[in-house]
């Protein structure tokens, strides 16, 4: 399967966090080929090893399964749902967007309701409305038929979004953050097929909420590096100043410098850079941006672990829908490829 399909087939399925089944099976379906465990953990991270040399260093790769949505809070008397965030979302990209409520009965398609233009007065043009204020619309004519077509409290709602090829590589897709970084890991295992290192392959659970199946996983591995694979802010469009997110689509993969979680070791950032430069990888440095990944985690697991950060350059990351260029992605498998082959010498 190549990248591109396996970034497809796991951008449309559904993954709010706490709910990573979908994404999980497929991951399992697609790194099973390539490693020799595969096994789930009490609280859900998907932990996989392709085993090296028993002397070797271990290498911890860590994908997010999960994606920013939403969970159904109340249902009104009326039929409409109230919903709570469940990850950072900005409350303006909300309005007007058609959703899918996934409910035990199977999922129902909704759209966060409006006020039209025609009835709005010129205080209420020029002002957001909070997510508090906002509500589903499932055409359910009360709140015992929303019941009866199986909605609960509780039920997560994903954005319905489907994967589209753009320009000249270039793909739109939901939930990029952090499906880009699990296509990348599986695309790099597939690849790694003779290493000295013993490489963890690591879909973990709820990182957009407190980098929490991370935390678990690490201490399981107990990885002598660990590095996080995952999207990053693409600075590149109007509206952002210069150094504001330095990184710009189609430069190739992003090293982490630093984070709001990480400074990223000095041996695993010249590991990253090294690597980058003997095999003609064109990357960028990003530090100083307000987010944190996995890596922050796998940092600080037990006596401390060594680690470092590759992410592909994303517009509009939690939003409905982001863009991204595939020759980042695939730059960012080479450069993961070239690094843990280069692992042994380092540590
Ligand atoms: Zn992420």
């Known amino acids: 399967m190549k990248l591109i399909e396996a ?10 966090t706490g709910r990573e089944d979908e994404v999980r099976e497929l991951m399992k379906k697609y790194l099973k080929p390539y490693v ?8 859900g991270n998907l932990i996989t090893v392709k085993k090296g040399n028993k002397d070797a260093p271990t290498v911890m790769l860590a994908a997010h399964m999960d994606e920013v949505g939403l969970m159904i809070k109340n249902i009104k008397k009326k039929g409409f749902l109230q919903f709570t965030k469940i990850g950072g979302i900005d409350d303006r990209i909300l309005l007007a967007q058609t959703v899918i409520v996934h409910t035990d009965k199977g999922p ?6 409006s006020k039209p233009v025609h009835i709005q007065n010129e205080a209420e043009k020029k002002k957001v409305i909070e997510a508090d204020k906002l509500f589903i619309d499932i055409g359910a004519k009360d709140k015992e038929e929303a019941e009866k077509m199986g909605v609960q409290v509780g039920d997560v709602v994903s954005f319905d979004t489907k ?16 499906r880009v970084g699990c296509a990348i890991m599986i695309e790099a295992m597939k690849r790694l ?3 000295d290192c013993n490489v963890y392959a690591v879909g973990t ?3 957009e909420v407190g980098l929490r199946g991370a935390t678990i996983a690490a201490f399981q591995v107990e990885p002598d590096v660990g590095i996080a694979l995952d999207a990053t802010v693409a600075g590149d469009t109007p509206g952002v100043g210069e150094g504001e997110a330095p990184a710009k689509m189609g430069e190739g993969p992003v090293v982490t410098v630093a984070d709001a979680g990480l400074i990223t070791h000095p041996k695993v950032l010249r590991l990253l850079i090294d690597s980058a430069k003997q095999n003609k990888i064109h990357y960028q440095l990003e530090t100083g941006i307000r987010g944190s990944t996995d890596a922050s985690r796998i940092a600080l697991s037990r006596e401390g672990v060594p680690s470092g950060i590759i992410s592909v350059p994303a517009r509009y990351i939690h939003s409905p829908a982001a863009i991204l260029n595939l020759d980042d992605a695939e730059k960012a498998v080479q450069l993961v490829v070239a690094a843990i082959e280069n692992i042994p010498k380092i540590f």
Not at 7 to 16: D, P, T
């Open 108 to 113: 129902l398609t909704g759209v966060v309701g």
């Open 163 to 178: 994967f589209a090829r753009l320009g000249n590589n270039i793909v739109l897709g939901k939930a990029f953050d952090d």
């Open 7 to 16: 970034l497809e087939k796991l951008s449309n399925a559904n993954g709010v």
């Open 193 to 195: 097929q003779k290493v």
């Open 36 to 43: 020799d465990e595969i096994r789930e953990d009490r609280l």
């Open 205 to 207: 659970i709820q990182e």
